[in-house]
């Protein structure tokens, strides 16, 4: 669902504008994430409980494709002009970091 959501989020933010763009997918990813957290465990509703959190992933993923993309383009187009390549290696840096820390927090528990 990434790269669908890079595509439709891609053609949004040309149409309606990074910002606005970029709220609209972290409202959806946050939104998905409290879905995903309320749902029945599967003692409570079975099958249906694996489809709804099937569901809220592909959700989370099609808005993750429109948040880095945007992200990104978001950064570039309003870093200070000697500082572009800088600002965006530390956000992209910055998606490696929260995975490396979510893999410390598996391990350690």
Same mark, same amino acid.
């Given at each position: 669902?990434? !790269?669908?959501?890079?595509?439709?989020?891609?053609?949004?933010?040309?149409?309606?504008? +990074?910002? =606005?763009?970029?709220?609209?997918? $972290?409202?959806?990813?946050?939104?998905?994430?409290?879905?995903?957290?309320?749902? !029945? =465990?599967?003692?409570?509703?079975?099958? $249906?409980?694996?489809?709804? $959190?099937?569901? #809220? +992933?592909? /959700?989370?993923?099609?808005?993750?494709?429109?948040?880095?993309?945007?992200?990104?383009?978001?950064?570039?187009?309003?870093? !200070?002009?000697?500082?572009?390549?800088?600002? =965006?290696? /530390?956000?992209?840096?910055? /998606? #490696?970091?929260?995975?490396?820390?979510?893999?410390?927090?598996?391990?350690?528990?």
């Amino acid at each position: 669902m990434r !790269p669908v959501g890079a595509l439709v989020f891609g053609h949004i933010g040309d149409k309606w504008g +990074r910002k =606005t763009t970029f709220f609209l997918v $972290l409202v959806i990813m946050g939104v998905a994430t409290v879905v995903m957290g309320s749902l !029945p =465990t599967y003692a409570q509703a079975g099958v $249906l409980s694996t489809i709804g $959190l099937f569901i #809220t +992933r592909l /959700i989370q993923g099609f808005s993750i494709g429109g948040e880095i993309g945007g992200m990104a383009t978001y950064i570039v187009e309003n870093a !200070p002009a000697g500082k572009r390549a800088y600002y =965006t290696s /530390i956000a992209s840096g910055m /998606i #490696t970091a929260g995975l490396f820390l979510a893999t410390l927090t598996i391990y350690s528990t």
